[in-house]
Nanobody, 117 residues
Framework: QVQLVESGGGSVQAGGSLKLSCAAS????????MGWYRQAPGTERDMVST???????NYADSVKGRFTISQDNAKNMLYLQMNSLKTEDTAVYYC???????????WGQGTQVTVSS
């Protein structure tokens, strides 16, 4: 069973920083492809960043150089450090996991990030 719980969202002014955390059920971080996705009102859920089990990462062009994904296997935690935030980063951010035994992503409940000008 995959359980993902996000935290760390909030409101911040443009140019500020936030760090999102995702607590995962045991062994999920270590064995799964993990990621952060976001969804703004009226839009589709889009990939922000992913990290594979070998540590390789991928970022959406819009966040490259500003966001950093990382994980702590021992603590079963996934993180997203967000710097130089822009108003267009405002969205609900979802932690996601794709375990090797599933053919689809599993999602957390989401955490709201609001960036004001």
């Amino acid at each position: 069973q995959v359980q993902l719980v996000e935290s760390g969202g909030g409101s911040v002014q443009a140019g500020g920083s936030l760090k999102l955390s995702c607590a995962a059920s045991a062994n999920i971080i270590r064995t799964s492809r993990m990621g952060w996705y976001r969804q703004a009102p009226g839009t589709e859920r889009d990939m922000v960043s992913t990290i594979n089990t070998d540590g390789t990462t991928n970022y959406a062009d819009s966040v490259k150089g500003r966001f950093t994904i990382s994980q702590d296997n021992a603590k079963n935690m996934l993180y997203l450090q967000m710097n130089s935030l822009k108003t267009e980063d405002t969205a609900v951010y979802y932690c996601a996991a794709r375990p090797p035994w599933l053919m689809a992503w599993r999602w957390g409940q989401g955490t709201q990030v609001t960036v004001s000008s």
